[in-house]
C-alpha cells in the first residue's frame, strides 16, 4: 500500500470490510447456499479472466483486454441472477484477484478491484431478489430482476469509481463521476441480457454447459477488443515517432508538443466534448508541428535574423504537416487542426488568412493551447512567464488572434486543475546565456508565436502579419 494517498486507503479499507460483511452471511449457520453452483460459476469468471494474463493466450486473442473493459461481467451478472446476494459476492472474488493489474501498486489495485466487484455483485443479486427474483417467472416478467441486476451493478461499479479518482488521483469530484454513469449504462444494459441468457440456460434441463455457449460472443468481443487495443497502441507508437523525429529536429520545442495535447484536452474538458474527440484532439495538439520536418534544419536553428524568404519557408509548416498526416485516417479532425492551428480570429493567420468561425474547431483549441505553452514553458532563449501573465495576455489578445471561448475554456481548466512550467531545450545556443540568465518577455510585449526561435530584430515585411518568432 506505500504510494497510496491516505483517503484512498480508507476507502479500499471500507470497501474490503463492507465485501467481507457481505460475504460472510454465505457460511453463517443456517445459510442455504448452492456451493456446487458458487464454486461453478467462481471457476468460470476466473478462467474467463486468466488469458489477460497468460503471454501465449494472450497473443493468440490479439493482446490483453483491460479489466475495465468487463467482457465477462455477464458470468457475474448471471451469478447474481441464480445464487443469493452472499454467494454472488464470494463468486465475483477469485476471478477478480486473478485478473490482470497492468498498474502499479498491483497488490493494492487488485485487492481494490476484488472488492468493488463482490460489492456489485452483491448489490446485483440483492437488487434482482426485491424485483421478485427469476424463480418460475416467464419472459418478458423476468426481465424485470435482470434490468435490476445490471443497474445495481452499474451504479455500484460508477459509483466506486469515481470514488477512487476522487481519493487516490485527486481528481475533483465533479469531474470525478462526471458522465461515468451514461457511458456505462448501455455495455451493462447488454450484459445483463447476455447474463439472463446464461442464467436462463444454466437452470434448464440442458444444464450449466449449455450456458457457456453464451459467452461465445464475449469470446469474440474480447479478442475483437484487444485487436482494437492493439491498433491504438500502433496509432500511438507512429505519433510517438513523429514527435521525437520533430523534437530532434528542432531542439527549441523539446516536449512542447506534449504539454500543447495535455493543455488542449484541458479546454476540450471544459467545452464537453466527448471521449473519443479528445482523444483525436490530443493528438492534434501532439502533431500541430510535424511539419517542421519539412522545413530544412538550417532555417529552424538559424541563429540569426530570418530572411523574407526563410520566413516564408517556416510558414509552409502547417501545409507541410497536412501533407504527410493526410493519408492517417484514425487522425480525423486533427488534420484540419495540423493545418490551420496559426490562422488568426481576425483573418490575419497563415497559410490561408481564414477568419472567425471559418477555422475549425481543433485548430483554435490547438491554437491556444500553443501559445500558452510557448509562454510558460522556458526555453534557452528566454525565461517562462507566470501562468497568471500567459493568461492575462491571452485575454488581451482574445477575438483577434484567439477564440475567447477556448480561452475562458483555458482559464477555467486551469483553476480546476493548475499547471506546472516546464524547462525545454535547457542547452543554449553557441553565443547566448543559459536561460537562467536570458532575460524574458516584457509583459506588456505582442503575444509570441508558439514553438518559435528567439525575438528576432525587425525584418522585411512580407506582405502578412507575421509574429517576432519563428512559426510554431
Known amino acids: 500500500m506505500r504510494g497510496v494517498p491516505g483517503g484512498a486507503r480508507a476507502l479500499i479499507l471500507c470497501a474490503v470490510v463492507c465485501a467481507g460483511a457481505g460475504a460472510l452471511h454465505a457460511v453463517l449457520p443456517g445459510a442455504r447456499v448452492p456451493w456446487s453452483t458458487v464454486a461453478q460459476l467462481a471457476v468460470l469468471y476466473a478462467v474467463c479472466e486468466m488469458p489477460a494474463r497468460c503471454p501465449v493466450i494472450s497473443r493468440f486473442a490479439g493482446g490483453a483486454v483491460p479489466m ?15 445464487l443469493p446476494p452472499a454467494a454472488a459476492a464470494l463468486a465475483a472474488v477469485p476471478g477478480a484477484l486473478v485478473a490482470r493489474v497492468e498498474q502499479r501498486p498491483a497488490g493494492a489495485r487488485r485487492v481494490w478491484r476484488a472488492a468493488q466487484i463482490a460489492l456489485a455483485a452483491w448489490a446485483a443479486s440483492g437488487a434482482a431478489a426485491l424485483s421478485g ?19 445495481a451493478f452499474c451504479l455500484v461499479l460508477t459509483a466506486l469509481d469515481g470514488a477512487i479518482l476522487v481519493t487516490a488521483e485527486r481528481v475533483p469530484a465533479r469531474a470525478a463521476w462526471r458522465g461515468l454513469l451514461p457511458r456505462a449504462l448501455a455495455p451493462h444494459a447488454v450484459h445483463g441480457l447476455a447474463g439472463l441468457m446464461m442464467a436462463v440456460l444454466w437452470s434448464s434441463p440442458y444444464g450449466p454447459v449449455s450456458a457457456l455457449f453464451v459467452l461465445l460472443p464475449m469470446v469474440i468481443s474480447c479478442w475483437a477488443f484487444g485487436q482494437y487495443h492493439r491498433e491504438r497502441g500502433a496509432h500511438r507508437s507512429t505519433i510517438r515517432a513523429l514527435v521525437q523525429a520533430v523534437d530532434i529536429k528542432d531542439r527549441y520545442t523539446r516536449g512542447h508538443s506534449e504539454r500543447v495535447g495535455q493543455a ?99 485548430a483554435r483549441v490547438v491554437a491556444v493551447a500553443d501559445a500558452f505553452d510557448a509562454m510558460t514553458s522556458t526555453r534557452s532563449y528566454s525565461r517562462a512567464r507566470p501562468v497568471a501573465t500567459a493568461v492575462e495576455e491571452l485575454k488581451r489578445c482574445s477575438g483577434t488572434q484567439f477564440d475567447p471561448c477556448m480561452v475562458r475554456a483555458l482559464v477555467r481548466a486551469l483553476d480546476r486543475h493548475g499547471w506546472q512550467t516546464t524547462v525545454t531545450a535547457d542547452e543554449p545556443l553557441p553565443g547566448r546565456p543559459p536561460a537562467a540568465e536570458a532575460p524574458g518577455p516584457e509583459p506588456g510585449a505582442r503575444i509570441p508565436r508558439p514553438d518559435d526561435a528567439p525575438p528576432r530584430a525587425p525584418e522585411p515585411a512580407t506582405g502578412r502579419r507575421t509574429a517576432e518568432r519563428r512559426g510554431g
Not at 475495465?68 to 441464480?82: I, Q, T
Not at 490530443?282 to 522545413?295: E, Q
Not at 530544412?296 to 509548416?317: M, Q, S
Open 68 to 82: 475495465s473493459a468487463g467482457s465477462f461481467f455477464p458470468v457475474l451478472l448471471a451469478a447474481a441472477l441464480l
Open 133 to 151: 427474483g427469476m424463480g418460475e417467472a416467464a419472459f418478458p416478467r423476468v426481465l424485470l430482476p435482470a434490468g435490476a441486476a445490471a443497474l
Open 264 to 362: 488542449s484536452v484541458l479546454i476540450a474538458r471544459e467545452l464537453g466534448m466527448d471521449e473519443e474527440r479528445l482523444e483525436v484532439l490530443r493528438f492534434a495538439g501532439i502533431l500541430h508541428d510535424v511539419g517542421k520536418l519539412g522545413v530544412p534544419t538550417r532555417v529552424l536553428r538559424k541563429d540569426g535574423p530570418l530572411t523574407a524568404d526563410e520566413r516564408r519557408v517556416i510558414e509552409l509548416h502547417p501545409e507541410y504537416g497536412h501533407e504527410m498526416v493526410r493519408g492517417i485516417g484514425f487522425l480525423g479532425e486533427a488534420r484540419a487542426a495540423i493545418l490551420h492551428h496559426h490562422e488568426r480570429l481576425d483573418g490575419t493567420g497563415y497559410p490561408y488568412g481564414l477568419a472567425g468561425r471559418q477555422i475549425p474547431e481543433f
